[in-house]
């Protein structure tokens, strides 16, 4: 699982956003080239490769781009985890910390089954407050978390020390 250098060249670093002392990191530039898009979601299919995956849940908003398509091109489902109130249906939701507060994050409660192999992806695990609260809520209704994959990874911040124990992947860290 090797990105290629164009990939990595390809997100943009924009100093100051959304705040003063924040370096974001901008994947528009990925996204918007049909070749980097494609490398990114194969690369984050590999990072499931020999296992059975039922569904493939992605964290609101740009998670949902990575794991829809992920989705398709592993022939399963796709379950959207929302910030709360933005699902319609009966939800299971689970409060989490962040550096200057708390968010509240939902997930419909027939969107996974029990014993169902489940694939976390999302854009990017940061400090993992959202992943650890998206899959401590696909544990609750006793699915298997069999991996978590990410298309960047700040390893500074060390979010993978918050998440539960399954194989973490990111193809991108920085």
């Given at each position: 699982?090797?990105?290629?250098?164009?990939?990595?060249?390809?997100?943009?670093?924009?100093?100051?956003?959304?705040?003063?002392?924040?370096?974001f990191?901008?994947?528009?530039?990925?996204?918007?080239?049909?070749?980097?898009?494609?490398?990114?979601?194969?690369?984050?299919?590999?990072?499931?490769?020999?296992?059975?995956?039922?569904k493939?849940?992605?964290?609101?908003?740009?998670?949902?781009?990575f794991?829809?398509?992920?989705?398709?091109?592993?022939?399963?489902?796709?379950?959207?985890?929302?910030?709360?109130?933005?699902?319609?249906?009966?939800?299971?939701?689970?409060?989490?910390?962040?550096?200057?507060?708390?968010?509240?994050?939902?997930?419909?409660?027939?969107?996974?089954?029990?014993?169902?192999?489940i694939l976390?992806?999302?854009?990017?695990?940061?400090?993992?407050?959202?992943?650890?609260?998206?899959?401590?809520?696909?544990?609750?209704?006793?699915?298997?978390?069999?991996?978590?994959?990410f298309?960047?990874?700040?390893?500074?911040?060390?979010?993978?020390?918050?998440?539960?124990?399954?194989?973490?992947?990111a193809i991108?860290?920085?």
């Amino acid at each position: 699982m090797q990105a290629s250098e164009q990939l990595r060249a390809s997100v943009r670093d924009i100093p100051d956003f959304p705040k003063e002392g924040i370096l974001f990191k901008d994947i528009t530039p990925v996204l918007a080239n049909g070749k980097l898009f494609h490398e990114c979601i194969s690369l984050l299919c590999e990072t499931a490769q020999g296992q059975q995956v039922d569904k493939v849940v992605g964290i609101d908003a740009r998670g949902f781009i990575f794991a829809a398509a992920v989705a398709d091109r592993l022939g399963c489902g796709f379950v959207p985890v929302r910030k709360a109130g933005k699902l319609p249906w009966k939800t299971r939701g689970l409060a989490y910390s962040l550096e200057y507060g708390e968010n509240v994050i939902e997930l419909h409660e027939d969107a996974v089954f029990p014993g169902e192999n489940i694939l976390l992806v999302d854009d990017l695990l940061a400090t993992g407050g959202t992943a650890a609260a998206a899959a401590e809520l696909i544990n609750s209704l006793g699915a298997n978390l069999i991996g978590a994959s990410f298309f960047i990874e700040l390893t500074a911040l060390q979010g993978r020390e918050k998440m539960p124990p399954c194989p973490i992947h990111a193809i991108l860290s920085y």
